[in-house]
Nanobody
Framework: QVQLVESGGGLVQAGGSLRLSCAAS????????MGWYRQAPGKQRELVAT???????NYADSVQGRFTISRDNAKNTVYLQMSSLKPEETAVYYC?????????????????WGQGTQVAVSS
């Protein structure tokens, strides 16, 4: 069983910063891509940023230059440093990871999601 647990959300004023963390635990063999997504009220979930196991990153155009995704492979953790936050970025932020597991000699690869962490940006 694999779990992703996010932390670091909260309330911040416009222009402020927050750092989100997401730690994966359980029967993990390999973690491939990791990423952050967000979902605002009444909107679809959207990609924020992703990072490969080798450290290559990809960002949504709207956050390029303001957000930084990173990971610590030894800790199975991915981070999202968010700066210059805007009120319209108020959303639930979700961690995602593509994880390979081996249980009783059976291997499997699938996407896992965290429970989400609320980020609220006040104007």
């Amino acid at each position: 069983q694999v779990q992703l647990v996010e932390s670091g959300g909260g309330l911040v004023q416009a222009g402020g910063s927050l750092r989100l963390s997401c730690a994966a635990s359980g029967s993990i063999f390999v973690i491939n891509d990791m990423g952050w997504y967000r979902q605002a009220p009444g909107k679809q979930r959207e990609l924020v940023a992703t990072i490969t196991s080798g450290g290559s990153t990809n960002y949504a155009d709207s956050v390029q230059g303001r957000f930084t995704i990173s990971r610590d492979n030894a800790k199975n953790t991915v981070y999202l440093q968010m700066s210059s936050l805007k009120p319209e970025e108020t959303a639930v932020y979700y961690c995602n990871a593509q994880i390979s597991t081996v249980v009783r000699a059976i291997s499997a690869v699938r996407d896992y999601w965290g429970q989400g962490t609320q980020v609220a940006v006040s104007s």
